[in-house]
């Protein structure tokens, strides 16, 4: 029972990291970044577009999905 929810917890762990750095490429840096090719020409009232703040809540959701899978690993380590 322990080794299955490890080799979930571990799976869930690599895809949230592999997710983070994805996400996190895809951020525009001073230049506008990658993000800037699907927003268009659609932007919010303070100057960032529809899909940079989209892109912002799912890098922070996984960013809250790795700590706790960390933190759970450490825990339930053998």
């Given at each position: ?8 917890l571990?799976a ?13 490429l ?53």
């Open positions: 029972m322990g080794s299955v929810f490890l080799n979930i571990f869930v762990h690599m895809i949230a990291s592999l997710g983070m750095v994805l996400l996190i895809l951020h525009s840096g001073k230049g506008g970044g990658i993000s800037g090719l699907f927003s268009g020409m659609v932007e919010t009232f303070d100057g960032s577009g529809i899909v940079e703040k989209n892109l912002d809540r799912i890098t922070v959701i996984l960013g809250v999905l790795f700590g706790i899978t960390s933190i759970l690993l450490f825990i339930f380590q053998k």
